[in-house]
């Protein structure tokens, strides 16, 4: 009997269909083959969604290795995103599938405890997923979880898959800080932050290589390889500024961010755009 109720509530905790089982496919975290800090990536639907098979047809892994070459491009060669790969030598990539059908143009709060819940929440991996839904954002993304929505009309080519893709990653390495130069609302205008400010420009600008010790430099973060001389971890910095001010949860009580980065805007947190998605399933009751 237990281990029926095992097996049941196993189920539940992702909506996974009999029909969701396919060869090639991985449904949890597969075991890494470095502990260097890496970024995980998922293939996500809705409760109906149709699932096309990204994860495992090898059009979402040719997209992120593209991605990331173009990521090795804007530093001038020198780093690249760590992924996370299988001991086969191919991309770690999940299935999801959601518990409970969403309409309309939902944000990240539910996504965010959804997948922290399923174990998705180690604070040395970045998770990204490419879900296979309608949305009126290309995507959204804040520190530790980032998503795109592949049927949002602004995702129509690999190009802008591509280019959104890496717009959210830097959102989820923390970019752009509140000191970067050229900061407005989180992103630095001209560059791959920039949105719709910034147009298709694959650029990088201030936010690499900016030779201010006192605020977050995107060459180290620890989700980059060859890993920096004086590297920084996104996660424990963002969410020990959120876990200050009640808005969230960090992995690390004792992470003094404050004597390394001094910048005088950072220490200026502002509660209501200061959060984090560790443990987020944690500030929901019905989980």
Known sequence: MIKILIIVLSLFSNAVFA?????????EDQ???TDEPQVHFIYLLNKDSEDREWDINGKMEKELLE?????FEMTKGKQKFRYDMREDGKMDISFVR??????????MNYPDAYLTKLGFNSPNKLYFAWVDVGHRDGGQGSVHHGYIFLKS?????????ILITLHELMHVNGFAWACTRGNKNGHKTGTIIGGPEGGDKYKLGSLYNHKDPTCPDFKDSVFLEPTSSSPFNPVYLKCAMAA????????DSNYEWR????HKKLKKIKKKRTWCTYNRYKEFNSF
Not at 19 to 27: L, W
Not at 67 to 71: F, I, L, Q, T
Not at 153 to 161: L, Q, S, V, Y
Not at 244 to 251: A, D, F, K, M, Y
Request: net charge positive; no cysteine; glycine share 10%.
């Open 98 to 107: 959601f518990d409970k059908q969403y309409k309309g143009n939902y944000g």
């Open 153 to 161: 009309k602004h995702n129509p080519t690999t190009k802008k898959r």
């Open 31 to 33: 075991p890494d083959v």
């Open 244 to 251: 200050e001010v009640g808005r969230g949860i960090s992995p």
């Open 259 to 262: 004597d390394r980065y001094s």
């Open 19 to 27: 029909s969701d089982e396919k060869s090639g496919r991985y449904f």
């Open 67 to 71: 991605a990331n070459e173009k990521m």
